[in-house]
């Protein structure tokens, strides 16, 4: 959640942060670098590429999203990734995972905090 | 032909990071996973070399030892050969130590009895402790008891029983447990 300076928690950010990659993955074929610009587009700044890297090798390690090398004019070929089949199935289930959540979390959150909790009756 | 951007000074710095991470994989990835790793790696950064310059492309990777760390979690495999050749290392100096000690022992007794020379061996059929004075001094450098001692800690620093088939490995497996208790 973002703080008054517009940051978000980054642990909280890593563990949605497959979802997010394959949300995006899924919207757009990417390269590491190039996601890591899409996330920061998006004000998602706490996430660096040296999380965002590993997230990717991991997701085409379970076979979540598949690889391709596309040359490139300024250096060694890129390596584009798309979700694959259990990408999107993985996908689905973490938004439906995602979303109960926010439901559930959401009557607590919206409830006014109390100035002091209450006393617990002996 | 390819055309870069960016300068060479830029590139070595990308290098340095490149094989930084790559120290932390030596010897605990596959080479070809490695290989595949780095160059990806190289393009990203020079990716973002191109947008930031190659100090801001480097730092934004973080703490590059965490990061060879993760790409470890992702990767590793079941033998950790660089420990494994650690724990030779270390297995030979100390035995060739040990051995020195006794040629020195060995050395002052003849001094200490008038002697002029002799031979000994302090565990027959092992190379380390054996040896000989006279003007000058023999002793093994490498003999199969050096080799086994070091396979034998090889084999226990790269914890090669974890690239056995799970099949064998099921009995110890079941011994060690993996069921967690909560505390009362």
Known sequence: MPDENGAHDSQLLKGVLSMALLRLLAECESYGYELVGRLHELGLKQIHEGSVYPALSRLEREGSVTA???SSNSG????YYRPSPAGYASLAECEVAWTTLVRALEPILSRP????PQEART | MNQSRVSFGDRLRIELAILRIDWELDGRIPWRVRRRLKNELRSNLIAAAESNGAMAAVSQLGDLRALGASYL???RGRLDARRGAWAAFITYV???ALAMAVLLAFQSGIAAGGGHGGSYELLPGFGPFQGSVNHGFEMEIL?????VLML?????????????PRGIRRGRGSAAGTDWRPGP
């Open chain 1, 113 to 116: 905090v109390p100035r002091r």
């Open chain 1, 76 to 79: 060694p070929a890129r390596k």
């Open chain 2, 152 to 164: 034998v800690a090889f084999l226990i620093g790269s914890r090669a029983w974890r690239a056995l």
């Open chain 2, 143 to 147: 003999s199969p008891a050096h080799l």
């Open chain 1, 68 to 70: 391709r090398l596309v």
């Open chain 2, 94 to 96: 100390a035995v060739q």
């Open chain 2, 73 to 75: 979690e992702v990767y």
